[in-house]
Nanobody
Framework: QVHVVESGGGSVKAGDSLRLSCSASGDTFSNVAVAWFRQPPGRQREFVAMIGWSGYPKEYADSVKGRFTISRNSARTAVYLQMNNLKPDDTAVYYC???????????????WGQGTQVTVSS
């Protein structure tokens, strides 16, 4: 399984933007789907966005559609989550996950990063 490492979290104000990065440690994201999940305080981990191994499909949770964009570099060594117009409800620990097949559930992914905190203040 590919090992993933997230980076790019931080504390911002509502309306600001952040870009999260997910790197394949010592490997590439060839032939794997990569997803972003988040876990808000006191709540369960939830799906945010997913990109298929070929770069498509790209899927988003309804709560982030039009504001977040998932992408991958051409070398397939990193996946990004561009987050625009951030809201306080976006506050969470964001996790990158990878697996051979795409999905929307936590159980669909076997490789997880350690998470990166995103805090959005009003």
């Amino acid at each position: 399984q590919v090992h993933v490492v997230e980076s790019g979290g931080g504390s911002v104000k509502a309306g600001d933007s952040l870009r999260l990065s997910c790197s394949a440690s010592g490997d590439t994201f060839s032939n794997v789907a990569v997803a972003w999940f988040r876990q808000p305080p006191g709540r369960q981990r939830e799906f945010v966005a997913m990109i298929g191994w070929s770069g498509y499909p790209k899927e988003y949770a309804d709560s982030v559609k039009g504001r977040f964009t998932i992408s991958r570099n051409s070398a397939r060594t990193a996946v990004y989550l561009q987050m625009n117009n951030l809201k306080p409800d976006d506050t969470a620990v964001y996790y990158c996950a990878a697996d051979s097949f795409s999905g929307y559930e936590v159980t669909d992914f076997g490789s997880w990063g350690q998470g990166t905190q995103v805090t959005v203040s009003s």
